[in-house]
């Protein structure tokens, strides 16, 4: 091999060498950091930790209503969260974007936690009640997340359960 | 009781892996390092088909833990058998790396592959202690088709029906490979499950650290490989994979998987390799739909790389007994887009759209694709260096600065990612989608994807260069073992 390429094939040799040498060192400094910011303790608890406290700290404040969902609600039916809202609240540009996001969130938390085959987000009053109610069938549940209202229809569902924060209601069928 | 199910959900596939690895002749002398990964990779796979069949045949999923334990006992029979016979026969050791450093070194290596596992079962630990399956692709595509299939009993029509409405489940014609694994660990529980069901996926990691270690030193000599291995370990996408329930870690593990058994058959004809790597496309092809993309990318590779290198008559015979294999990967394909038609899954990307079909889409939006791809590219692969440690840009200066000598390196390798990029790309200009958008949420996992081979390949490279630079022996493979036969070689020397 010509001298020149020996020289450019050693040089190349010995920077990737450095390079390499920097990204694992750098890349173990970093993980070093990640790993001393758990202690040991706190690591070998982590191995027996009670599975229902990571489901209870993800549910967070709806762990309650989770718990209910779990014991009274297979995870196939129609669930509708209701949610007691004005008109004015509804149009308010502010709060009805919050109020709209609420909802979004909790319908995506029911989903992956609960997995009922459909949820569909209600708020305030319903247009047609009448439509609404022919469409109900026993598959549908109602988790009513503003329990001091009532909601569309309700005289025709079987309270499930209650907590501070919702009420599961079971459509009962027709009258 | 809980942990005790936890082992047989991963025990009973790696046992059913072993004994599909004793049968296709692999043998843990093979490759001490890759073979736990290989076990893994084949008995996830076969689990998962025959939990697909069981369900296609209506049989009730709480009943088939059962069945897969016969299956697994019938896998300890044939590893016994083949153990026995191993003892009984006369054995060459396989040949060693000549050169390839001394047993502190080996020692070194093995104490970082054990670290880079702890490492994983460390972080798959603290992500399962930390939140359930609640959030993103985990939640809303994997999980959720798992907990589809569970629910409804299986793939039928109380399953399609749970699908239909578009917010359940999000990209619906994914395959199932992923998901049958989250099932598999709800039968053992009896119930869905909201953390158990992650270990399954992470175990794929865990395989993936063992196939690159194992895929590395046969490159690179010891410390080298050590070196790629912890850059692998560290790459913020594979510490992200350990702790979701999603499927690029599958994918990544195929992938690397299915090109280094494919290199150990060019160099010493083996057919076990041939066999294992068909195996390893299928398991490719059904984690994900880049893992099918990636798949026909190795498939066209290899068969581009061996047209015109045989004489006819031995051309003939090979790719006749080699067609057998492929069945494997070919069917799992057919088996995923039938279930798709069948169930009405479409895929988001190459369904037409307002805008037109796919192609029609590429051509119109390329130029204002081109510019954003270019920029997440550079932000992704070469700004944020933690991602992929710069691989890729290295990768390319290398291949700019030496074509000679490392222009026809690992040629398969190089030849599938350079199918695999275009293809990549075509998505990206055809999507239907906002393109930063989806680049944002894409293109991390697309380069986690080909990570590993990548390292693969500079680890060659860098091994190549110290030994022309006097550092070592060149990344060459051990010679072939007196009377095995070789079929030919897509490795020639350095500098040929």
Known sequence: ?175 | MGALTLLLVLATPWVIGCGALSALGVRFAHDRFAYAGWAWLAGSLITALFLCGWLLFGLPIDAFPSAARVLAAAAILLFARSWLRARHAPQRAPARPEGRGGRLERLLFLAVVAACLALTVDRAVRANAAEVVLLGDEARIWAGKAKAIHVSGGLNERFAKLMEPEEIVLHKDYPLLNPLLQVWTFAHFGRVTDVENRWVIQACVAALILAAAGALLRLARPLLAALFLVLLATSQQLRVSTGLVEADGLVALGLLAALDLLARFEEDGERRWWRLAALALAYLAWSKNEGMALALAAAVALFTLRLGRRPRGERALLFAGGALALLLPVGVIALHLSLNARFGFANDITASSAAGTFFARVVAQAGAHLGAVCAFAYEYGVRRAGETHLMFPLALALLLLFPRRLGRLLPLLTLACGLALPGFLLVYLGTPHDIEWHLYWSIQRILFQLLPVVLLWVAAATQELAAAAGFGASWRAPTARPGSRRTGSCFPRAGA
Do not use: C
């Open chain 1, 1 to 175: 091999m010509a001298k020149a390429q020996r020289i450019k094939t050693a040089a190349a040799a010995a920077a990737l060498a450095a390079f390499l040498l920097w990204a694992a060192g750098a890349a173990l400094v970093r993980e070093a950091r990640i790993l001393s910011s758990v202690s040991l303790a706190e690591r070998r608890a982590l191995l027996d930790v009670d599975l229902e406290d990571v489901y209870r700290a993800s549910a967070r404040e709806h762990y309650e209503m989770f718990t209910a969902l779990r014991a009274h609600v297979p995870r196939d039916v129609h669930l509708v969260i209701y949610s007691r809202v004005s008109a004015e609240q509804q149009s308010d540009p502010l709060l009805g974007q919050d109020l709209k996001k609420q909802l979004t969130l909790l319908r995506g938390k029911l989903q992956a936690l609960h997995f009922p085959a459909q949820v569909t987000p209600l708020a305030g009053e319903v247009e047609n009640p009448e439509t609404y109610l022919a469409l109900l069938d026993p598959s549908y549940y109602v988790l009513n997340i503003t329990p001091e209202a009532d909601f569309p229809g309700q005289s025709r569902f079987d309270l499930v359960a209650r907590g501070a924060t919702y009420a599961l209601h079971r459509f009962r069928g027709a009258d």
